[in-house]
């Protein structure tokens, strides 16, 4: 019983020391990100100053965050793949944006910008600067428009 006591305490104690490992939060250099998010930042930002740059590790996962010195943001994922664009001061690089989108904001909210794209497995999330919110399919159809 005695030893049964003081292994459950030292299980409790490592599950409750464990959990504080997960979710660190670093600054890192522009030169430690993955090569991908490296030429997505030359490619899509020459010009545009870093403000910083950080490295968000979880458990078993990485993500990279770069803000830029006038308010853009780029997320990407661990293998350097762009997860969300915020370009809530200007305009989302048009070459990031993919064309069947880009197409369908110039014909149904002419004249509207693309300030925020976001893509996951199931598709694209896509916030207009005047505060519409579009969400489209992994097939670019448009499937929900949020005000």
């Not at 019983?1 to 670093?26: C, E, H, Q, V, Y």
């Not at 664009?85 to 880009?102: L, S, T």
Request: charge should be negative.
């Amino acid at each position: 019983m005695k030893r049964l006591t003081i292994l459950m305490a030292s299980l409790f104690a490592a599950l409750s020391i464990f959990p504080a490992s997960a979710g660190n939060d670093r600054i890192i250099t522009v030169g430690e990100l993955p090569a991908a998010a490296q030429q997505f930042i030359t490619t899509h930002f020459k010009g545009v100053e870093v403000s910083y740059a950080k490295v968000d590790e979880d458990w078993f996962d990485k993500e990279y965050k770069v803000v830029f010195v006038n308010g853009s943001k780029v997320e990407f994922l661990k293998n350097g793949d762009w997860k969300e664009v915020d370009c809530k001061y200007g305009e989302v690089p048009a070459a990031i944006v993919p064309k069947p989108i880009r197409d369908c904001v110039a014909s149904r909210f002419a004249g509207r910008k693309v300030v925020c794209i976001e893509q996951d497995r199931r598709g694209y999330d896509v916030e207009l600067d005047n505060g519409l919110d579009l969400e489209f399919d992994r097939n670019f159809r448009l499937v929900d428009i949020d005000d």
